[in-house]
């Protein structure tokens, strides 16, 4: 399976909009029946899918982040990206991209990118 | 929104085995995952698709569900299953496409 890694800011301010990237390592994005996805953990809690987006080029979000998320895909740099808006200390968690051959779960992860929002 | 309600903890003797129910409404009509996560790795998919696993994760995982509970049992509990496990339901019905349960903690005591 190919290696996920994501990058991004360590800290971010309330308000501030935050911006993650997941670096897909073979690169495969054209051609396949593929699925992406962000998906975090706040500590000490359980999981929660954030947005996802499917080869077809339809993307899904979570209802409660609609207003404030943006997946996107961009192939010529092998990875895929999450904006977030307006960020709160509700934000602060660990982001995890995560890619699957399948539709219904998420097979492949990354290691997960700690983001703390602070003042 | 869909709820998947976990035991948050479960606690097993080693060689004994681990039931870890995962309730939601209706559960038994939707496409149930399980996830193992160890402390600071990324979730690792121990059963798809209600009761398959996937390749190289020990026959000790299955999955079964009925109408409203879906439960993961790990049988012959070793101490290397000390971990979380989270279920996931896809429900492509609702907006909320992919819901995650409470998590539950497995102590192998």
């Known amino acids: 399976q190919p290696q996920l890694q994501e990058s991004g800011p360590g800290l971010k301010k309330p308000s501030e909009t935050l911006s993650l990237n997941c670096t897909v390592s073979?690169?495969?994005?054209?051609?396949?029946?593929?699925?992406w996805a962000w998906i975090r953990q706040s500590a000490g809690q359980g999981l929660e899918w954030i947005a996802s987006?499917?080869?077809?080029?339809?993307?899904y979000y979570n209802p409660s982040l609609k207003s404030r998320v943006t997946i996107s895909l961009d192939v010529s740099k092998n990875h895929f990206s999450l904006m977030l808006t307006s960020v709160t200390a509700a934000d602060t968690a660990i982001y995890y991209c995560a890619t699957s051959g399948s539709v219904a779960n998420w097979g492949n992860w990354g290691q997960g990118a700690l983001v703390t929002v602070a003042s | 929104s869909y709820v998947l309600t976990q035991p948050p903890s479960v606690s097993v003797a080693p060689g004994e085995t681990a039931r870890i129910t995962c309730g939601g409404n209706?559960?038994?009509?939707?496409?149930v995952h399980w996830y193992q996560q160890k402390p600071g790795q990324a979730p690792v998919v121990v059963i798809h698709?209600?009761?398959d696993r996937p390749s190289g994760i020990p026959e000790r995982f299955s999955g079964s569900k009925s109408a409203n509970t879906a439960t993961l049992t790990i049988s012959r509990v070793e101490a290397g299953d000390e971990a979380d496990y989270h279920c996931q339901v896809w429900d492509s019905t609702s907006d909320h496409l992919y819901v995650f349960g409470t998590g539950t903690k497995v102590t192998v005591l």
């Open positions: 073979d690169g495969s994005f054209t051609g396949t029946t593929y699925y």
């Open positions: 209706n559960i038994g009509g939707k496409s």
């Open positions: 987006m499917y080869y077809t080029g339809n993307k």
């Open positions: 698709y209600d009761s």
